[in-house]
């Protein structure tokens, strides 16, 4: 069964340090997300991405905040300068259609925690 | 602003018994609803969806309730095992061309032996 694979599982980093996340979605799939969550928190939107620019972002995805598809297969989150606060769960998500209807995909997440 | 919301944040249910998990949302011109489970250390895994024309939706032993007039969602688990333990989140996406999905709080869902 397709997946969508995140690295890494977990990452530790000091504050003001560039952090990427990266994520494999599935191959036939479109549509791209990142989301995050915070301990004990909902899981809170990011960013979209669609046909090789940032389709949505949230107030959260700020300047800090970058994506990329750098090739036919990774998607990467990257944070320049890490805060404490953005130590949470980072989830990618891939889907097939537009519109962010129909099932999303999600990987098991990148736990970042910034010290 | 708009949000999604679940009543409880916990249910403890008895093996074999029939969960219902509910959820408030605010947004009216939310179209497209979503249910995700969430077990410990993984992602939100997609259960069922219903969209905003439909009442009713039913799935292998779950079944998705849509009550427009009330802003209110529900979902049923029939006959719960200890597998479905998790967090179960709700989740919508507004009407146009939004393509996020705004997500619940989430409701810890226990099933006892």
């Known amino acids: 069964e397709p997946e969508v694979t995140q690295t890494p599982s977990h990452q530790v980093t000091q504050m003001g340090q560039e952090v990427i996340l990266r994520c494999v979605p599935i191959?036939?799939?479109?549509?791209f997300y990142w989301y995050r969550q915070i301990l004990g928190q909902k899981v809170e939107f990011l960013v979209s991405?669609?046909?090789?620019?940032?389709?949505?972002k949230s107030e959260i995805f700020d300047d800090q905040f970058s994506v990329e598809r750098p090739d036919g297969s990774n998607f990467t989150l990257k944070i320049r300068s890490t805060k404490l606060e953005d130590s949470a769960m980072y989830f990618c998500?891939?889907?097939?259609?537009?519109?962010?209807?129909?099932?999303?995909?999600f990987g098991e997440g990148s736990r970042l925690t910034v010290l | 602003g708009e949000s999604v919301g679940l009543h409880l944040p916990t249910l403890s249910v008895q093996e074999g018994d029939n969960s219902i998990i509910n959820c408030a949302y605010s947004?009216?011109?939310?179209?497209?609803f979503i249910w995700y489970k969430q077990e410990s250390g993984k992602g939100p895994q997609f259960i069922i969806d219903?969209?905003?024309?439909?009442d009713k939706r039913q799935g292998q032993r779950v079944t998705v309730l849509l009550n427009k007039t009330v802003k209110h969602l529900s979902l049923q688990i029939a006959a719960t095992q200890p597998g479905d333990s998790a967090v179960y989140f709700c989740?919508?996406?507004?009407?146009?061309?939004?393509?996020?999905?705004?997500f619940g709080s989430g409701t810890q869902l226990t099933v006892l032996p």
């Open positions: 998500a891939s889907g097939r259609w537009a519109g962010g209807t129909g099932e999303l995909f």
């Open positions: 191959s036939n799939h479109l549509y």
């Open positions: 991405f669609y046909n090789n620019e940032i389709s949505e």
């Open positions: 947004n009216s011109a939310s179209d497209y």
């Open positions: 219903i969209r905003s024309n439909m």
């Open positions: 989740a919508e996406k507004g009407s146009g061309s939004a393509r996020q999905l705004t």
